[in-house]
């Protein structure tokens, strides 16, 4: 069975510009969270979504924005952007999505901002 | 605000050596997980820790949660370099939906 795949996997960007980056979750799960790496620190969460539905939402501007397809694919959409937005981007499922629930990673998108 | 901190930062030891890191919080978790991430890779979890003072074992890996839930622990036996990785750990938020990780353990094992 594939995992979770995230596309692209890199992508350099100028400051202003805007970003989609894509995942797919692993199938029969329904929920994708959406996190952020910076270099040398842990993910941090940004969007969860369930069933198409925004479930939870970490401290992040309204730069970012997010949403789930039918198929329970999901897109994360970043605007405006800015030099520390470089990171890499993890998308994560699980059937659910309840916290206690073991999260599925793809590989992510690094994204680079110049 | 729940904050999970990690320690040591970064830990480099000679194959055979053991190790343990440590994962404290001043809040309780219902839960801890602990994730292993690899270079140009995203985490992958090993293992998750639900009551308190439950002691998990996978192969050479031990994880224990503490009795009071705010502190796990991962202890490697004999490490070898195919255990070179980020070692994450990572609980939910205030019971939501949300999953908050540490910054961290970065080991180093050297043939």
């Known amino acids: 069975d594939a995992g979770v795949t995230q596309s692209p996997t890199h992508l350099i960007k100028t400051r202003g510009q805007h970003v989609t980056l894509r995942c797919s979750p692993i199938s029969g799960h329904k929920s994708v969270s959406w996190y952020q790496q910076v270099l040398g620190q842990g993910p941090q969460f940004i969007f969860q979504?369930?069933?198409?539905?925004?479930?939870g939402r970490g401290n992040f501007p309204d730069r970012f924005s997010a949403r789930q397809f039918p198929n329970y694919s999901s897109e994360l959409n970043v605007n405006a952007l800015l030099l520390g937005d470089s990171a890499l981007y993890l998308c994560?499922?699980?059937?659910?999505?309840?916290?206690?629930?073991?999260?599925?990673f793809g590989d992510g998108t690094r994204l680079s901002i110049l | 605000t729940q904050l999970l901190e990690q320690s040591p930062q970064f830990l480099s030891i000679q194959e055979g050596e053991n190790l343990t890191v440590y994962c404290n919080s001043s809040s309780v978790f219902s839960s801890l997980q602990w994730y292993r991430q690899e270079p140009g890779e995203g985490p992958v979890l090993l293992v998750t820790v639900v009551t308190g003072g439950e002691v998990k074992k996978l192969k050479r890996l031990t994880f224990q949660f503490g009795d009071a839930r705010k502190d796990s622990s991962l202890h490697i036996t004999a490490a070898q370099p195919g255990d070179t990785g980020l070692y994450l750990c990572?609980?939910?938020?205030?019971?939501?939906?949300?999953?908050?990780f540490g910054s961290g353990t970065r080991l180093l094992v050297r043939p």
């Open positions: 990572a609980g939910p938020m205030d019971s939501s939906y949300k999953l908050i």
């Open positions: 979504y369930y069933e198409k539905e925004e479930r």
């Open positions: 994560a499922s699980s059937f659910y999505g309840n916290s206690n629930q073991p999260q599925h």
